[in-house]
């Protein structure tokens, strides 16, 4: 079983940064892909960015160049580095494990899941 606790979430203006982490523990990641997801009330979880085993990343055209996804296998961390933030990412940001290493934008893809971080951006 693996457990993921996101931190690093607040609130910020636009423009500004902000580094979330996701810590995982029970066994190591690895060999798994990690994905961000966001999610706001009323709609459907969505992808953000996903990282793989071999270090190939995704990410979601809306993030694409401002968000960035790594990892850090020693500490069975993954990181998402938000830069130039806007309202419109406002959400709750979850962590996700998937052990086959797909790395897809697809939810039901990964097994384990975190209990969220809340960002919010002002105007």
């Known amino acids: 079983q693996v457990q993921l606790v996101e931190s690093g979430g607040g609130l910020v203006q636009a423009g500004d940064s902000l580094r979330l982490s996701c810590a995982a523990s029970g066994r190591t990641v690895s060999g798994y892909a990690m994905g961000w997801f966001r999610q706001v009330p009323g709609k459907e979880r969505e992808f953000v960015a996903a990282?793989?085993?071999?270090?190939?990343?995704y990410y979601a055209d809306s993030v694409k160049g401002r968000f960035i996804i790594s990892r850090d296998n020693a500490k069975n961390t993954v990181y998402l580095q938000m830069n130039s933030l806007k309202p419109e990412d406002t959400a709750v940001y979850y962590c996700a494990a998937d052990p086959r290493d797909w790395g897809t934008r697809r939810p039901n893809a990964y097994d384990y899941w975190g209990q969220g971080t809340q960002v919010t951006v002002s105007s």
């Open positions: 990282i793989r085993w071999s270090v190939s990343t």
